[in-house]
């Protein structure tokens, strides 16, 4: 059983140090051709060096940690000056291990459809796991002078109205939402679940933002 293996060996081997004679030219003529379009050493040298801004390079996980860093991707941050007519208008929110919520505005309120890339079910539809509706008292979202934006550098969104101002983003798999306003406000929070017999499983609460 071995002299055949042996054998098997030493045709493979010849095959290796013994290339057919055919391969010969082409590899020359390759080779020729790569020569002629090779530049030479004093044109490399005389090239300009491409530079990257430095900005390019970071990309910050906190949209608190941002200030005034001018990230190369701001210019195409997608910017919306009024608001959706219902979800079919909302901005995406990614996270990690398929972690993702829909985002916003409507009737004065965020709202958020949270959603994960394992949530199918039976029939193998991918579902949304549930609605979140956060509603400012004595501030209507998408009157005169509202922003929402989706900021590429941090994957965050901010909407803004007057001075009231909120930013939404992931932490891996955690989704945190933040509100800043120059006075005390109340929020408003509702939620209500989506899985299977917990359709009109609807809470409220009341928040704070500082």
């Not at 002299?3 to 290339?19: G, L």
């Not at 919306?80 to 979800?87: E, F, M, Q, T």
């Not at 979140?132 to 979202?141: G, M, S, Y």
């Not at 969104?157 to 992931?170: A, E, G, H, R, Y």
Request: hydrophobic letters at 40%; aromatic letters at 8%.
């Amino acid at each position: 059983m071995m002299k055949p293996q042996a054998i098997v060996s030493t045709r493979f081997e010849q095959k290796t140090m013994n290339p057919p004679t055919r391969w010969l030219p082409v590899s020359a003529a390759l080779l020729a051709l790569a020569s002629s379009l090779a530049p030479s050493c004093a044109e490399l040298e005389a090239a300009p060096v491409p530079t990257i801004p430095r900005t390019a390079t970071v990309i910050p996980t906190d949209p608190r940690r941002v200030g005034a860093l001018e990230h190369w991707t701001r210019p195409y941050n997608v910017v919306w000056d009024s608001p959706s007519k219902d979800s079919l208008d909302s901005m995406p929110l990614s996270g990690r291990r398929g972690a993702g919520a829909n985002v916003w505005v409507q009737d004065g309120s965020i709202w958020l459809y949270l959603a994960h890339n394992g949530a199918y079910d039976e029939q193998g539809r991918l579902l949304k796991l549930g609605c979140v509706r956060i509603t400012p008292v004595d501030c209507r979202l998408g009157d005169a002078g509202f922003r929402q934006e989706l900021d590429l550098a941090t994957g965050a969104i901010v909407n803004q109205q007057d001075d009231f101002k909120v930013s939404l983003w992931f932490t891996g798999e955690t989704l945190v939402f933040e509100s800043t306003s120059a006075n005390p406000r109340t929020l408003m929070a509702y939620e209500k679940a989506f899985l299977p017999g917990a359709l009109h499983n609807e809470q409220v609460h009341d928040l704070d933002a500082a």
